[in-house]
């Protein structure tokens, strides 16, 4: 059965596509494995691979062999390639950029995106997302915080919205925009390299 197209944005094959080209696009210079991308995006290896071979085809990727493995990595000359890459890290980048801008910030327990970012991102049909709402869970330094989220509006090139709570005063909170947001899609931000 084939997957549907993406709400996020649904002119894409799937999701995995989206995932994908965001993933590649967030770092130009790097090159990544197969595997390495499975990992990442949760894709199977041979859907992974059919995909890449399609992009190479359209000269949106290039790869190379190395030994067994081969790698992937965006191609910068496409003359596709500077709106494809501002369309995917608008898109679907906003996991990865905020993981990336967070990643190693004092205090910080857990983030998450939510809003129309994350309902778009779960399947929801809608406008494209004006702004990235983010909620930081922990003793997170706001200043920190604040920066990190300037770096990945600047990467997204849209708005990131932060709200900061305490940890423990999240777990048993009951104020509207608590219940508003544990009622909606709540998509987690993966912090570290093994949760990425």
């Known amino acids: 059965m084939r997957p549907e197209a993406p709400a996020a944005l649904p002119i894409l094959r799937s999701r995995l ?4 080209l ?18 990442r995006t949760g894709g199977a290896y041979p859907t992974l ?16 062999e190395v030994g067994r493995s081969k790698r992937v990595r965006v191609n910068t000359a496409s003359p596709f390639h500077r709106p494809l890459a501002e369309l995917m890290l608008r898109a679907f980048g906003p996991l990865v950029v905020v993981g990336e801008e967070f990643r190693g910030s004092a205090g910080v327990d857990w983030v998450a995106i939510y809003g129309s970012w994350a309902a778009r991102y779960e399947g929801e049909v809608g406008p494209a997302p004006n702004d990235i709402d983010v909620l930081v869970l922990g003793r997170a330094d706001r ?3 604040f920066e990190a989220a300037q770096r990945a509006e600047y990467r ?14 999240w777990e048993g909170a009951d104020d509207a925009f608590a219940r508003q947001l544990k009622a909606s899609p709540l998509v987690t931000v993966p912090l570290s390299a093994e949760e990425a």
């Open 17 to 20: 596509v989206g995932q994908l």
């Open 22 to 39: 965001a993933l590649l696009a967030a770092d130009e210079e790097r090159w990544w494995t197969i595997d390495q991308l499975a990992a």
């Open 49 to 64: 691979t059919r995909e890449i071979r399609r992009l190479a085809e359209a000269g949106l990727v290039e790869t190379e």
């Open 143 to 145: 200043d920190e915080v």
């Open 156 to 169: 997204l090139g849209l708005p990131v919205n932060t709200t900061i709570r305490r940890t423990e005063d």
